[in-house]
T-cell receptor
Framework: EAQVTQNPRYLITVTGKKLTVTCSQN?????MSWYRQDPGLGLRQIYY???????DKGDVPEGYKVSRKEKRNFPLILESPSPNQTSLYFC???????????FGPGTRLTVT | LAKTTQPISMDSYEGQEVNITCSHN???????ITWYQQFPSQGPRFIIQ???TKVTNEVASLFIPADRKSSTLSLPRVSLSDTAVYYC?????????????FGKGTKLSVIP
């Protein structure tokens, strides 16, 4: 089944404790992206990757890191999480040049 | 990137046709119009996209007037399961999905 998977789905952590949210797709998509969604603010792009080893900042990259060492994986790293990073995070992927993105199920992160 | 404006919310009764209009006054020549649907606690899902005139698929129709400064997503005979947030996005077709910026969307509530 074609899908984007994210892990974990739910995470509660404390300020400053490094964490990684994994994202994997099995559709051989070149493009992958991370978004965060907050009430009243809609979906905002954090980082995106056009292909392996190619990443770029989205609208709200501060406090996040990404890497794209393999085509199928695009992990989101929070080196020192803070409470303002409490949010619902989505990973998405698509073929290069296509506007139809496939979204993962979301990761709900709470930083206390 | 062209900015879009949509109503924040809409209500409709079951069985009615719903039209959600999106304004994009600064749309560029190469821009396509794409609509996504998002159910609570799920990632957005691609619905339809178009460049001009009318596009129809099994889920919705998209009407785009000649000046392309607006577009209308039409959902025929809505049911309770169509309650969701609908996003209108515009972006360069050649850029694929990496230039897609999600706004706050239109929250559609279908009433029994």
């Amino acid at each position: 089944e074609a899908q984007v998977t994210q892990n974990p789905r739910y995470l509660i952590t404390v300020t400053g404790k490094k964490l990684t949210v994994t994202c994997s797709q099995n559709m051989n998509h070149e493009y992958m992206s991370w978004y965060r969604q907050d009430p009243g603010l809609g979906l905002r792009q954090i980082y995106y990757s056009m292909n392996v080893e190619v990443t770029d900042k989205g609208d709200v990259p501060e406090g996040y890191k990404v890497s794209r060492k393999e085509k199928r994986n695009f992990p989101l790293i929070l080196e020192s999480p803070s409470p303002n990073q409490t949010s619902l995070y989505f990973c998405a992927s698509s073929l290069a040049g296509e506007r139809e993105q496939y979204f993962g199920p979301g990761t709900r992160l709470t930083v206390t | 990137l062209a900015k879009t404006t949509q109503p924040i919310s809409m209500d409709s009764y079951e069985g009615q046709e719903v039209n959600i209009t999106c304004s994009h006054n600064n749309i560029a020549t190469n821009d396509y119009i794409t609509w996504y649907q998002q159910f609570p606690s799920q990632g957005p899902r691609f619905i339809i996209q178009g460049y001009k005139t009318k596009v129809t698929n099994e889920v919705a129709s998209l009407f785009i007037p000649a000046d392309r400064k607006s577009s209308t997503l039409s959902l025929p005979r809505v049911s309770l399961s169509d309650t969701a947030v609908y996003y209108c996005l515009v972006g360069d077709r050649e850029a694929g999905s990496y230039q897609l910026t999600f706004g706050k969307g239109t929250k559609l509530s279908v009433i029994p």
